[in-house]
């Protein structure tokens, strides 16, 4: 690759980990990924914009982490986090060390017969960047963390390096790709829900005016009807965004569900009250005969147009909205639940 190349790496099915090196095109045998420089540079797992730093004496960036699809999973709330440049790749020397027992099949032997057509040996691989690989630290060694051994289940040291040892951290499995899916999803309704909050605060602008006493000719001439109290009390609704954006954020069950608690009640009660307060109109308005002037009859009408029909309008955006906020947000804690069934099946 030269620079300005963009290299992508995917998941083509089932649940991976990649193992990436880097080497300078030009130098390959003096010039390499650094991954501990990289860590203390920018953190134990890299984030979107983080760079890919070379050894010494050079100590440049090689690569820009610039676009990931998984970039919402954060950090869960075991500590785990995706991406990681703390732990080493796997090999057979380590397998054998800890088990006493031969295998042929590693990271690192991967990684040294890709290496071999371009003349460098095993000697020239190095440690990596473990894309997709969800690790932690164990908690009781936080104060310690450069020196933190990664987060296993069989206590806090690992038990081994054939990858099996971090199964329950690494799995990139269907409920975290489901995970962030539903938190992409649910961050465009919230975003929808601050676009017709926007419209609200718009209708409420002339009421708000008035009991601030300030007096806008242009707003007075639009004779904006009065509000009800409904729509007060709906605007409320808002403020559960950042509650749901943040259990989104940070994978908490007990506040999503607050979340889908507020917006049932805060959100949906108003509009519903919407519905049976301007029924009569709306029922009266679709029953008219053709031709007939509103003027003759008690629909209340705003503009030329049925006041009760313009609000069912924005009680039908409102309600779409809503349901899909709370349709996402129930299938994140089924995602988050069955994350925490597989581990305790661990």
Same mark, same amino acid.
């Given at each position: 690759?030269?620079?300005?190349?963009?290299?992508?790496? /995917?998941?083509?099915?089932?649940?991976?980990?990649?193992?990436?090196?880097?080497?300078?095109?030009?130098?390959?045998?003096?010039? !390499?990924?650094?991954?501990?420089? %990289?860590?203390?540079?920018?953190?134990?797992?890299?984030?979107?914009?983080?760079?890919?730093?070379?050894?010494?004496?050079?100590?440049?960036?090689?690569?820009?982490?610039?676009?990931?699809?998984?970039?919402?999973?954060?950090?869960?709330?075991?500590?785990?986090?995706?991406?990681?440049?703390?732990?080493?790749?796997?090999?057979?020397?380590?397998?054998?060390?800890?088990?006493?027992?031969?295998?042929?099949?590693?990271?690192?032997?991967?990684?040294?017969?890709?290496?071999?057509?371009?003349?460098? %040996?095993?000697?020239?691989?190095?440690?990596?960047?473990?894309?997709?690989?969800?690790?932690?630290?164990?908690?009781?060694?936080?104060?310690?963390?450069?020196?933190?051994?990664?987060?296993?289940?069989?206590?806090?040291?690992?038990?081994?390096?054939?990858?099996?040892?971090?199964?329950?951290?690494? !799995?990139?499995?269907?409920?975290?790709?489901?995970?962030?899916?539903?938190? /992409?999803?649910?961050?465009?309704?919230?975003?929808?829900?601050?676009?017709?909050?926007?419209?609200?605060?718009?209708?409420?602008?002339?009421?708000?005016?008035?009991?601030?006493?300030?007096?806008?000719?242009?707003?007075?001439?639009?004779?904006?009807? %009065?509000?009800?109290?409904?729509?007060?009390?709906?605007?409320?609704?808002?403020?559960? /965004?950042?509650?749901?954006?943040?259990?989104?954020?940070?994978?908490?069950?007990?506040?999503?569900?607050?979340?889908?608690?507020?917006?049932?009640?805060?959100?949906?009660?108003?509009?519903?009250?919407?519905?049976?307060?301007?029924?009569?109109?709306?029922?009266?308005?679709?029953?008219?005969?053709?031709?007939?002037?509103?003027?003759?009859?008690?629909?209340?009408?705003?503009?030329?147009?049925?006041?009760?029909?313009?609000?069912?309008?924005?009680?039908?955006?409102?309600?779409?909205?809503?349901?899909?906020?709370?349709?996402?947000?129930?299938?994140?804690?089924?995602?988050?639940?069955?994350?925490?069934?597989?581990?305790?099946?661990?």
């Amino acid at each position: 690759m030269r620079a300005g190349d963009l290299c992508r790496v /995917s998941l083509p099915e089932g649940s991976q980990v990649g193992d990436l090196n880097l080497w300078n095109l030009e130098n390959p045998r003096k010039e !390499r990924f650094y991954s501990g420089k %990289t860590r203390q540079i920018h953190s134990t797992h890299l984030k979107t914009y983080d760079r890919l730093w070379s050894c010494f004496p050079y100590l440049r960036p090689m690569a820009t982490f610039v676009k990931d699809s998984l970039e919402d999973y954060g950090i869960d709330r075991d500590g785990g986090s995706l991406h990681d440049v703390v732990g080493t790749r796997c090999d057979d020397y380590i397998y054998k060390l800890i088990t006493g027992k031969d295998r042929y099949g590693s990271c690192h032997r991967y990684l040294t017969e890709a290496v071999l057509e371009h003349g460098l %040996t095993e000697e020239d691989v190095h440690d990596t960047w473990n894309i997709f690989m969800c690790t932690g630290f164990t908690r009781h060694n936080t104060d310690t963390f450069p020196d933190a051994p990664m987060a296993s289940r069989g206590g806090p040291m690992v038990l081994g390096t054939d990858g099996t040892d971090f199964e329950h951290r690494q !799995r990139v499995a269907a409920h975290y790709q489901i995970s962030a899916l539903n938190k /992409s999803r649910l961050k465009y309704c919230i975003f929808f829900h601050y676009l017709l909050f926007f419209v609200m605060l718009i209708k409420l602008s002339a009421d708000i005016l008035d009991r601030l006493d300030i007096f806008i000719l242009e707003i007075e001439e639009l004779q904006i009807p %009065t509000p009800l109290w409904w729509e007060y009390f709906w605007c409320l609704s808002v403020f559960l /965004s950042f509650l749901g954006l943040a259990a989104a954020r940070g994978n908490r069950v007990n506040d999503m569900k607050k979340y889908m608690v507020g917006i049932s009640t805060i959100a949906f009660v108003p509009l519903l009250y919407c519905i049976f307060y301007y029924l009569n109109d709306v029922l009266e308005y679709l029953s008219l005969e053709e031709g007939t002037d509103l003027d003759d009859t008690d629909i209340f009408v705003w503009q030329g147009y049925p006041y009760g029909l313009l609000w069912y309008g924005f009680v039908l955006m409102a309600f779409q909205v809503h349901f899909f906020s709370l349709f996402f947000a129930w299938n994140l804690i089924k995602a988050w639940r069955a994350r925490g069934a597989l581990k305790k099946g661990q």
